[in-house]
């Protein structure tokens, strides 16, 4: 299971998406919890600016009222116990401290706040009196100012100097972690009177942080479950094209090259059938030109030794003849010594042309390439044809539109390939008739006007040992038109023959011009 794809890919993507979760997931945690703090903090602020102003606005009408009824008293509408009763001092002046810090007499509001609050609301005066709800109800203060740490004074003194001011500096001294903030109350001239704090735990913001992240978590599980499921899928998905290609090289690996995967797809994979598939036309390919190679060696083989059976038996019978006796007659042992010798410049024409055309079917056998004028060897081929024909009275012509036709090759191979064409062309001509070498622009033409070639025969004449069963050519090996094909196609030419049977002849030659 190790070793497949499927879980390959599931364990990709596992460890992708874990890593994605766990950065995402921390990510998540921090900015949330960050975010979440920012918002308590923001509220929590707001509502300090609030109370803090609602207490200033409360002391500055307290403080309204005590003149106003220090007036009265004044005017012996009071009386002194009613004055001291409303916060008046023993000198008829508003005493600094009434019912309380800041002289605001703001009982019921600290017992409010205790009670409707879910946050811990201290007031500080400027004469560094700690107020809290629980000092309202009789009990005993868990806090004085002087318990205070150094980081929640320096919270304090902010404050007094007018700064709304957020710290967790109160969270060793509350022993649970805290926001802490803090705003200045002011009266009516913008005085500062005291502080405002208000303590908010952040122990739910943490449990709200871990809901977050255990949501999170569950989330991430089920992208694991779903992650597998699209392994499962995909490596399906791209497997099954794979089978499909090993099954096939198996089948090739057999011997069947005719199978084809098929895969179409715009990827490397589909690139690969392709390919597959274009090694396995190779293959056919290769294994067909195998076929007919070998097929070709077998015909070679019983082609050249059909050709050298037949004059090798007449040597063999007429020299048995003449070593027995059975021929005496002088006249009929000449014959035979003519036929012995006929037979044996037959075999060797028969082995130079074979040592020939191997070495010219032989890429690494180099011709002489030089830079000549064809016009030179033409001339030359229609000179030699004009002696082969002579006992025929064949007229050999010569038309040109150029006498300078340069050219790169083998001076001695360009003539030996004309003359088997020409030799070929003097042989089937009738007596008195003619052939013509025609020289125009890229395009060569031997013509004859002899017994012509028929049109099944056509795309065979250049194929070794192939020749017409006539009379005129029975002292012909078959490999000369193979020989001049093989000269013309090492010399970049192309070459092709047509023929109307009796009428006419061509070996058209389409060559490069320098």
Known sequence: MRNKITFKLFLSFAVALLIFSLVVGSGFAYLFREHTINIKKQDLEERAVKIAQA??????????????????????????????QMGMGPDGKPSARLQGPMGLGFNSVLRFLGSAAAEDVWIVDADQNLEMPSHRDGKKPAFMYKDLPPDAEKVVRKVMHG?????????????????????????????????VLIHAPLSGMDMAAKQATRILLMCGGIALLAAFLIAVYSSWRFTKPLKTMQQTAERMTEGDYTVRCDVRQNDEIGELGTALDSLGERLLIARKESAQLDQMRKDFIANISH??????????????????????????????????????????????????????????FKIEMTQLNLYDVLLEAVHSSQRLGKDKNIDVVLETDTKWYPIDGDYGRLRQMLMIFMDNAVKFSPNNGQVKLVLQGKRLEIIDHGIGVAAEMVPHVFERFYKTRVEKNKSGTGLGLAIAKEIAERHGMEVTMESQPGIETKIILLLEKK
């Open 55 to 84: 207490l200033g606005d409360s002391r500055d009408q307290m403080m309204a009222w005590q003149e106003k009824e220090n007036s009265a008293i004044q005017k012996g509408e009071g009386t002194q116990k009613q004055g001291r």
């Open 163 to 195: 700064e709304i001011t957020t710290s967790s500096g109160f969270s060793n001294m509350l022993e649970v972690p805290t926001l802490t903030v803090g705003a200045p109350i002011k009266d009516k001239d913008g005085e500062i009177l005291g502080a």
């Open 307 to 364: 050709e050298l059976r037949t004059p090798v038996t007449v040597i063999r019978g007429s020299l048995e003849a003449l070593n027995e006796k059975v021929v005496t007659v002088p006249e009929k042992v000449e014959e035979y010594y003519r036929q012995m010798l006929s037979e044996t410049i037959f075999l060797q024409r028969l082995i130079n042309d074979l040592l020939d055309l191997s070495r010219l079917q032989n890429l690494t």
